[in-house]
């Protein structure tokens, strides 16, 4: 076993719980190993997906630095956080101060097919005698494996049979670093180098016992097999990285930020993935998406007055050339502009191969139209043919610094328009089925056997989302994603340990270690994609805007006439990081946080029923929500054939699952008024598997579905409020 095996696993499997520097045991339990990086099967995306998986990368690596780097800045006490604790040093710029996503090139985009791992840690223990063995390689471990045997007894004092186990505990640290157990320690030395030191006890014996008599893994420790002496009170380890980094300013301050934990191999707290997902739009339908790009703030703007119901109309080319008219000053701007639209209908003519090929030229198209546009409105030659609010206009302008990509609503807006254009109102039929098919409108798939009954269980269906509130329910036969992981942390998911003995703590980002392929070292980026059926559920407008009334919130809007609730949230937005670090809890709740934990609370509340009534674990079930068109979508996500679980689910039992979701017990909890009393969220109600949710199990609450006499955690106001399904009813 001198040199790693290979194992296979579902493409999801080894994108997460099997990804690199990941502890797992096989079947049965014996033995622990640790995942190695591989270089899967080279995946072709198309250019967009390839921007998007970097976009939001770059994103998140960057979040993660600016949230950790940060976390001591009102404490000057305390050590200063150097860069190299916050994330992987190759996520540095050259001076190793500021953060700098590495570029593509350094980066090998592949298909998680097989993984590689070994055996670790290489400790072992003596269930008989206590004694203590370790290895450095998995060579040494080969070498001396006849010596772990029963027959075979290293105790200096009394010789027995042994009984070797590989030791269950490891020492772990939020650089992402973990060490093995040993007898001694990492120092660092006068030169600020990481320096390994093993001990022996003062009677010159180098052999150890492992002393685990104590209940708390972290008060174990060494004892010499000989003289029977403590090597000390418990095992203490330092971690070497932090060391490295701390270097000569190293001293008994910054003690607290080198020691390691002792866990279970096993323990949630030794392994993090960093994963991310988007939807992955094909067959030409990402056109839309240019709004987001740098420089088509313009563009998002007239799409949101247009989508929102702002007064504003479309700028044609007619209206440069009427604007242009008679000005000599602006010939020249007017031929730009005309020249640009021609190369642009020109270039977009082309198939969608050859125009991948060309993306380059479009955008630059696209680019000398913008600027002849910006120019023309600069000098108010052109004026503007839409007034945004200026709440709207400056949460555009922050979007990238106020919100994280799967929680920017802007973002969120555009993906859900070109998704009914892709999917929700397209009535082509693929192999006779339609891409979308709402419940009140059965196809022949997915209506009852006795087609006589068609009518009647769609007209029994309508009842049923009237009485839920919800404006449209129904199937996405193909819900395109893709997910992608690139890293991992140790001691926390997020960027910050809080008050680890008296100090917070910069939890570090860590890219999976670099493969080899095609003759250069490169980091592995496991890139999964799938089209799953999904389930997409739409609110009523008017009910959601009557019940947002209700709740009396300081920052309650009002809309004009003509505007869609959308119009109000966009101006009213908070900011929403990666982690949802930040979220106020105040006597002045937000109306858009009330209203995305209404729609994060439903769509919970419908996966707790799809898997009810599907028979799929909870944690084969993920969603995706788009607040300012008050939807979301739950979807199946897995890699594997996909069986049609959700329509089999609607056409064996879908009206008795809508009838269940209104009943009392559907918002019921096991915990009682405890769970109401901290917000009404908690493992045994809403919660799920942090694999399915978006929000990390953030922004959740019954009290919104039903009037269970609390409020969210952001309300602190201490008044009950109204349920959302309570109020429709």
Known sequence: ????????????????????????????????CIARSSAGEPIQLSESTKDLLFERMNELGRAWFNAASSVRDNDPTKPSILPAQCVDRAMLDPTE?????????????????????????????????????DYETLEELDKDLGNLSSAHCP???????????????????????????FPGQWHCNREGRAVKHRDSCVCGSSQFKLNRRSAGIGDWFFECAVCEKPLSPKWLQNDRDTLRIIGTAMGPDRLTEVRMQAAPYRASSAYYVKS???????????????????????????????????????????????????????????????????????LEEFPEPIRTTLKGSINLAYSHKQRVLDELRRRQILLPKVDLPLTVLSNIRDRQSKFASKFDPFRLAIEHATLKSSRLDVETRTNGKK???????????????????TEQVQAATRT???????????????????????????????????DKRGMDMPVRLNLFPPVKQNDSTRYPVYVVQQGNEAIYVRLKEESVLEWLHSLKCP?????????????????????????????????????????????HSYSHLLMKHVSEYSGLDLGSLGEYIFPADLAFVVYRNGTTMDLGNLSALWRNTGTAMLTAMLGSKATQCGTGSLCTARGGACPDCIMMPETSCIAGNKLLSRSVLRSIGGMPRLDKRGAPICGYLDMVN
């Open 1 to 32: 076993m001198a040199k790693a095996k290979t194992m296979n696993r579902s493409r999801n499997q080894l994108a997460t719980a099997y990804a690199p520097e990941s502890f797992f045991t096989f079947e049965g339990g014996m033995g622990s």
């Open 97 to 133: 101060m500021e953060f700098q996503l590495p570029g593509q090139d350094r980066f090998y985009l592949c298909r998680p097919s097989h993984m590689e791992y070994t055996p670790a840690p290489l400790a072992f223990v003596c269930r008989t005698c206590g004694m203590f063995q």
């Open 155 to 181: 105790n200096p004092k009394t010789k027995g049979k042994c009984d070797w186990e590989q030791l269950d505990v490891i020492f772990v640290h939020w650089s992402g670093h973990w060490e093995a157990p």
């Open 276 to 346: 991310d997902l988007f939807i992955d739009f094909k067959d030409g339908s990402q056109q839309l998406l240019t709004c987001l790009r740098p420089g088509r703030e313009a563009e998002l703007k007239d799409f949101v007055a247009k989508q929102y119901g702002f007064a504003a109309q479309d700028i044609a080319d007619e209206d440069v050339q009427k604007a242009c008219e008679g000005k000599p000053e602006c010939t020249k701007d007017l031929a730009d502009y005309l020249a640009a639209v021609q190369q642009i209908h020109t």
């Open 435 to 453: 891409p979308y098919v709402s419940f009140t409108r059965l196809d022949e798939d997915l209506a009852p056997e006795d087609k006589d009954r």
């Open 464 to 498: 049923l989302l009237d009485k839920m509130g919800l404006d449209d329910m129904g199937l996405i036969r193909e819900f395109d994603l893709c997910r992608f992981s690139f890293g991992y942390s140790r001691m926390e998911s997020t960027p910050i340990l809080r």
């Open 555 to 599: 920052d309650m809007f009002t809309l004009n006439a003509g505007e869609k609730i959308g119009a109000g949230l966009l101006g009213a937005t908070e900011s929403m990081s990666p982690f949802l670090d930040n979220l106020p809890e105040t006597t002045t709740p937000p109306v858009y946080l009330y209203l995305y934990t209404l729609l």
